[in-house]
C-alpha cells in the first residue's frame, strides 16, 4: 500500500486470533497470546499482531475485519464438507459445547466492502454473525430439510482423547483434514465468539440469521448432488 501510494485498505484477520473464548462473546479489545489449539490461529494471530496492528500504529490506512464462521452455497472448506455429510446421513456427531458465530459468505463478502467504505483506518471490526452451538445450527437443519441431525453429542474430553490418538495416527499415516488432531481439538467443546455491535453501529452490517443462509446452503447442495428438494427449502 505504501510502495504503491494506495490510500486505503482492509485486511481479512480472524475471531481465531481470540483463540477458545469459552463461552464468552468478546470484543475488538480481548487479547489473548497464546497457547493456540492450531497452526492457522497462530499463523493468523502472528499476521494480526505482529504486522496489521503494528502498521496501523505507524499510520498506514489499513482497516482490519474479523469474520467468525464462514458458510455458503458451494463452500469448499471443512464447513461445507461437514454440511454435505450431513445432507449424505454420514455425519455421525457433533459435539457437545462446540459453538461459533455463524456467517453467511455474502454478508462477509459486504462486510468487507462496507469496511472500506465506512470503516475508520486503525480500527478493527468483528464481522461474525449470530451465535449457536454445532448441534442448534445443525438442529435448524433437520428442520429445514427434514434430514435427522447426529444424535451423539461427545463430550470435550472425548475429542481431546479422540485428537490425540489421531495425532499419532497421522504421523504413520495419512488421515482426512476433519479427522485430523487440530480438527478434532477444535470440536471439542472450543467457542470462537464474538461480539459484532461495533461493526453493527459503524458500518451498519447486519447478517442474516442462521436459518435463513441455511436455507440457501442447504438446497444448493442438495440440488447439485441432484436431489430433489423437500417441501421445505421450496
Known sequence: MRELRIP???????????????GRLVDESHFE??????EYDRTKWMAHYDVAVPMQREGLSLVVVQ?????GPGDTSSVGVTLRQYLRG????????????????????????LAMERGRPGQSYIVAGPRHTLIEAFEVAE???GIRA?????SPAAMRALGGVMGVVGRVVSVPESASREALLVAGGVTYLGDNAKARRELGYAPRPLALGLRETLAF??????????????
Not at 486505503?8 to 469459552?22: E, H, K, N, P
Open 143 to 145: 428442520r429445514l430439510t
Open 90 to 113: 454420514r455425519l455421525v456427531a457433533t459435539p457437545r459445547g462446540t459453538a461459533y458465530c455463524w456467517a453467511h459468505v455474502a454478508d462477509v463478502a459486504g462486510a468487507h466492502v
Open 8 to 22: 486505503r485498505g482492509v485486511y481479512t484477520s480472524t475471531l481465531a486470533v481470540f483463540g477458545d473464548t469459552r
Open 221 to 234: 447442495e442438495l440440488e447439485a448432488m441432484g436431489r430433489p428438494l423437500p417441501a421445505t427449502l421450496q
Open 150 to 154: 447426529p444424535r451423539a453429542h461427545p
Open 33 to 38: 497470546a497464546g497457547p493456540f489449539l492450531t
Open 67 to 71: 469474520p467468525g464462521l464462514v458458510y
